[in-house]
């Protein structure tokens, strides 16, 4: 068993940015491929991206292209997903997983509120 | 990006077996054998249930299963059980992307 740990809730402005962390088990961290996954209050699963830390390349769906930022801290076993320029459409859990072809481990959602 | 169609509902009684669907087309789902499903309970995270269109994880109960024809990946849930009762997604890994279906409700009558 995996345990992907997850920050907290936050909310924030419309405009603003927002950071969330997940925390892997150290060890095998830099083996791990991460992604990012989102679900809108009642809405479905929506793909974020995804990286490889070994290699630091991050893959991004396309309609949040240029506004969000995956990346990973092998020293703290640490990913994170940034998403800047903050919509009420971007009020949603968003998760992490381990893999990339199949998500075998998620963590437990950080909910991101965007209101005024 | 393509679009996984899903049935919005499916239902049964306890006991029975029901099938929920995953429609693709030929360049997603009828192309490429990376296809998983999940299970989301309320307030839950997500749960891997199939991967690779018909393995199934260590702790997975064999009452899960996933079969692939053509365009369309199904999840087939044998002798229902009240705990079943949740969200399920397929998904598809496809080039460097990954896409989930629209979601199936199921309940347990």
């Known amino acids: 068993q995996v345990q992907l740990v997850q920050s907290g809730a936050e909310v924030k402005k419309p405009g603003s940015s927002v950071k969330v962390s997940c925390k892997a088990p150290?060890?095998?961290?830099?083996?791990?491929?991460f992604t990012w996954v989102r679900q809108a209050p009642g809405q479905g699963l929506e793909w974020v991206g995804s990286?490889?830390?070994?290699?630091?390349?991050?893959n991004y769906a396309q309609k949040l292209q240029g506004r969000v930022t995956i990346t990973a801290d092998a020293s703290t076993s640490t990913a994170y997903m940034e998403l800047s320029g903050l919509r009420s459409e971007d009020t949603a859990v968003y998760y992490c997983?381990?893999?990339?072809?199949?998500?075998?481990?998620w963590g437990q959602g950080t909910l991101v509120t965007v209101s005024s | 990006q393509s679009d996984l169609t899903q049935p919005a509902s499916v239902s049964g009684s306890p006991g029975q077996s029901i099938t929920i669907s995953c429609t693709g087309i030929?360049?997603?789902?009828?192309?490429?054998?990376?296809v998983s499903w999940y299970q989301q309970h309320p307030g839950k995270a997500p749960k891997l249930m199939i991967y690779?269109?018909?393995n199934r994880p260590s702790g997975v109960s064999h009452r899960f299963s996933g079969s692939k024809s053509g365009n369309t990946a199904s999840l087939s849930i044998s002798g229902l059980q009240s705990e079943d009762e949740a969200d399920y997604y397929c998904?598809?890994?496809?080039?460097?992307?990954?896409?989930f279906g629209s979601g199936t409700r199921v309940t347990v009558l």
């Open positions: 997983a381990r893999g990339v072809q199949l998500l075998d481990f």
């Open positions: 998904g598809l890994h496809i080039n460097t992307n990954f896409v």
């Open positions: 990286i490889i830390p070994f290699s630091g390349i991050g």
């Open positions: 690779d269109v018909s």
């Open positions: 150290e060890g095998a961290f830099s083996t791990y491929v």
């Open positions: 030929r360049t997603d789902v009828g192309g490429y054998d990376y």
